[in-house]
């Protein structure tokens, strides 16, 4: 899983990285560090990134969640400056 660039200014692109093949991105989830859900997503089909931007946001660390088509979560952290 990548952010690039990290950090960012709210705009950022997501890869999903040494996947096997037939596996993708269904769900993009991206929170505050208090839980609070500020974007999500959903496909219709696969992808293997995708470019998010979240316009004006609190400079910040907040949460990435990515779900899989396999059903398999991917979390991590980016920064907004």
Known sequence: MKVIPNPNT???EL??????EGIGIVKVEILKMDGKK???KEYAGQ???TKINL???????YLY????T???KYIGKLMIK
């Open 38 to 40: 500020i974007y999500e």
């Open 55 to 61: 316009g004006k946001r609190v400079p910040g660390i």
């Open 65 to 68: 969640k990515l779900t899989d």
């Open 10 to 12: 709210g705009e950022f």
């Open 47 to 49: 992808i293997k990134y």
């Open 70 to 72: 396999s059903g398999k």
């Open 15 to 20: 890869t999903l990285h040494s996947s096997p």
